[in-house]
């Protein structure tokens, strides 16, 4: 389940709590267009603003929204006392796979983060995604230690935050991690806007965020990269350079996603949870109008 | 009682949970000192790996050993029902102030973070800290913001992350800070490291790690400072270099006051939630030799 379109989607929540209908609409979409795999309760699934309780509903909800699509959920918690009871209900209600971030207040070390994918590989039965992205967990991998990691029991795929924008440099990239991890464990590109260099370059997966609301313009992206047709790949993702210009603008995805998603109807305002707010103003209007001329589905 | 010193106790915990009375020993110990105020709960408290039950618990023991010390703890969560729901429970076991750091997990924008307060200022009863700290929140206040945020009702004091070393910029930062805000909120510097050029050059207290395993130590830097002395204060903090440098080595204090409070016995190993560790090896030697040296108290 490691290769192709991992698409997350949104957990749309507010402070009565999460829209278990719309979250349920978001993932049958998902079933429908025939992602590969589903990574429900991501960053952009939102797993760091819900308590274990919601957690385990939501991953709940996903599996059986599903239908045959394996499900993967974020483990990712401050303490390995809630990681560990996180898998132990995930795993219960079904998912086929957990996401773990090194999640940090205080800063982490490369042996607190090794012994916590050690202590957590010994204790799982489905596999493992590694989660690296520095703009949410403020942690650094070494290529080093995602080797170290990589060689643990259950370890099956690497999601990278991305990969430097030249083909070439992306493919040094790629090819220095590939020869630090055994062989079957995927590479997986994250950061959209990297997302047709890093499968051009030889990442096998694509974790991605719009994938999660519009995933059959991210399948067109998936399916030309990893059949090797770079070319048409990199067309396809350079269509959606307004997209990704306001990514930039608003600090990154995950606003703009959730605010798409109120837009196109696929959820109610407010869809996050305060302090987080959707965008409004002139910002709103300048997304609706990117996400109706590039015709995301 | 945002003047003086506060010191920040650590919570001694670990997979067992909460050690309390380890903890009670370590407040009443600040009482004994005659410390200004007590912050428990800070991140050194390591109020983000505690569940909120935990949390409300914590915070009556430290009102119940603080006799007439006044006790701050911090309401800081990722959802702002969370803040606001930690605020009600902190104020009904008797905390006299209560700290608010703008908690990240998704990248806050300024506007997001004035709403928290504002929420926040219009729901309590007890005087507001803001804690501006991006080594931990992950947000950099700019200081017209931080003016917007002092104009709220029940805020009184504004910690802030450090000043520049040089005293003539120190007291260039930290008067242009007061231009922006009302003359009745104070400004306490943080990181201890800048605890005697912070406090010489305007600030009015000393919001403190190491007041809260040695605070006659801290005291003593804090008296000389408040009372115009600030060649006796700065020679005090020059005595303590090597344990500064110590914060350096670890990444920060936390980990560093952690080793020393197991290593004067103030808590049993171990103290720190999993991922997070004491220093182990020959860091912990060097800092046992560090701390016998200054004779810290």
Redesign the interface.
């Known amino acids: 389940m490691f290769t192709g379109l991992s698409a997350f989607p949104l957990t749309p929540m507010n402070?009565q709590g999460v829209d278990e209908n719309a979250f349920t609409r978001l993932v049958e979409q998902l079933a429908t267009a025939h992602v590969d795999s589903i990574g429900a309760l991501g960053?952009t699934g939102g797993y760091?603003?819900l308590s274990r309780a919601e957690r385990t509903r939501v991953a709940q909800l996903a599996v059986e929204a599903a239908g045959n699509v394996p499900v993967m959920v974020s483990i990712g918690s401050?303490?390995?006392?809630d990681v560990l009871l996180l898998a132990e209900e995930a795993q219960k209600v079904g998912v086929k796979a957990l996401l773990l971030p090194?999640?940090s207040?205080?800063?982490?070390?490369a042996?607190?983060?090794f012994?916590?994918y050690e202590?957590v590989s010994a204790n799982v039965s489905v596999p493992l995604c590694v989660y690296d992205n520095p703009?949410?967990t403020?942690f650094e991998f070494t290529d080093e230690l995602h080797g170290r990691i990589a060689e643990l029991a259950h370890v099956s795929s690497i999601k990278i935050p991305g990969v430097p924008e030249a083909p070439h440099l992306a493919k040094e990239r790629v090819e220095r991690l590939r020869g630090l991890i055994p062989s079957h464990v995927t590479i997986g590109v994250s950061g959209d806007v990297f997302a047709a260099v890093g499968m051009n370059a030889g990442c096998e997966a694509w974790y991605s965020v719009i994938g999660g609301l519009f995933p059959n313009t991210a399948l067109a992206i998936t399916r030309a990269a990893l059949s090797g047709d770079a070319h048409e790949a990199t067309r396809l993702a350079e269509r959606l350079k307004p997209l990704w210009a306001l990514f930039r603008q608003f600090?990154?995805s995950?606003?703009v996603v959730a605010t798409a998603a109120e837009l196109r109807g696929f959820t109610q305002h407010p869809s996050l949870?305060?302090?987080?707010?959707t965008i409004s103003g002139e910002g709103r209007k300048q997304i609706a109008a990117v996400i109706d001329a590039l015709e995301l589905s």
Do not use: I, N
């Open positions: 402070e960053s760091a603003y401050l303490r390995t006392r090194p999640v207040y205080q800063k982490l070390c042996e607190d983060v012994s916590l202590t703009g949410t403020h600090g990154g995950f606003r949870p305060l302090p987080l707010r």
